[in-house]
């Protein structure tokens, strides 16, 4: 069958218009990892240097198209007459003159805002460690000592907080859109950035460097909380796990340290020591299973404990034949958990 090549052309623009208009409406979606909407002193400078470009390209567009329409219309005018003669000077001041100047100061303003993100305005109160893994996010706090958490990092709102990075396998990249920009985790070496926010809430970050096949599935929550909130969760963190359980729950802890989970990941309090996967000590208050791979409810917990290949395919935690009962103890033990 063949096409009608009118039918295509007379199709053409609209498809065209489809595609601009969905891409405006994507622009115009608060996207909770949007650049443009920040939320922290680092995030804001990267935020106005962006409006600031986007404005000047604006400016020039116009500027060029309304030079533009102005020689076509004089060209179709019926007794227009085409100017000889030396152009030297608008071409020197539109084309050389203008851009140099735009290019020096957008480059002043860049420099400024580098140094400026270089570190915070105070000494932080908060130091925390972020290591990279594939594909998930170990977070360690200097203060208090044992306060470990995985792909969810804690901060006090209003105050800055040190960020040391390294990464425990490959090239990784630390990316809070909302509150600063990347900073990338090479291996050997110990790179610093900073946070800091003045409204309470939840903002989404993501490695921002492809670290292998489950990149996109590596993301991790930053939660900015007031101080005495913080405080009560960093000291609740650095304890161990509780020992005050039900029935069910004591033996899902035994299936738990009996298995290969204990060669695998730590339970602070308990004999499961294991270092290859996250510490699990608060795993049931966490935000997610597998970094951003699925929510944290027993259903989706139950699913990666038997076979996270399915989930999040490619990750270490090879599947796990649990009989049924002991896995329905294990999911009350590990929900319990914060």
Not at 185 to 209: D, F, H, M, P
Not at 220 to 236: E, G, S, T
Request: contains cysteine; charged residues 20%; positive net charge.
């Amino acid at each position: 069958m063949r096409r009608d090549p009118s039918r295509h052309r007379a199709r053409t623009p609209w498809r065209l218009t489809i595609v601009l208009c969905a891409l405006v409406l994507g622009g115009c979606a608060r996207h909770e990892q949007s650049t443009l909407h920040a939320s922290g002193a680092g995030a804001q400078r990267i935020e106005g240097l962006w409006w600031l470009m986007f404005w000047i390209a604006m400016a020039v567009f116009a500027e060029v198209m309304l030079l533009l329409g102005w020689a076509l219309w004089r060209r179709r005018r019926a007794r227009a007459k085409i100017r000889g003669g030396d152009a030297i000077g608008g071409i020197a001041v539109l084309g050389v003159v203008i851009p140099f100047a735009i290019l020096v100061t957008v480059y002043g303003l860049g420099l400024r805002d580098l140094n400026a993100l270089a570190a915070p305005r105070q000494d932080p109160a908060v130091t925390v460690d972020v290591i990279g893994h594939q594909w998930w996010w170990e977070i360690r706090y200097a203060d208090p000592a044992g306060a470990v958490t995985a792909n969810e990092l804690h901060i006090p709102v209003g105050e800055p907080v040190r960020v040391r990075l390294r990464t425990a396998d490959v090239q990784h990249s630390f990316w809070v859109p909302q509150l600063m920009p990347k900073t990338d985790l090479i291996a050997g070496k110990v790179n610093e950035t900073w946070l800091q926010t003045g409204t309470a809430g939840s903002y989404r970050a993501q490695c921002a460097e492809y670290c292998g096949k489950q990149h996109a599935f590596m993301a991790l929550m930053v939660v900015a909380q007031p101080r005495a909130d913080f405080d009560a969760w960093a000291a609740a963190t650095a304890q161990p796990a509780t020992t005050t359980l039900t029935a069910d729950q004591q033996r899902g802890r035994a299936v738990f340290e009996r298995s290969s989970c204990a060669s695998c990941h730590t339970v602070r309090g308990t004999t499961a020591t294991g270092r290859v996967g996250p510490d699990l000590t608060t795993v049931g208050s966490r935000w997610s299973i597998g970094a951003g791979a699925a929510p944290n409810d027993a259903g989706h917990l139950g699913g990666w404990i038997v076979n996270s290949q399915t989930i999040k395919p490619g990750n270490k935690m090879p599947p796990q034949p649990v009989p049924a009962q002991d896995l329905q103890d294990l999911l009350s033990y590990l929900r319990s958990l914060k």
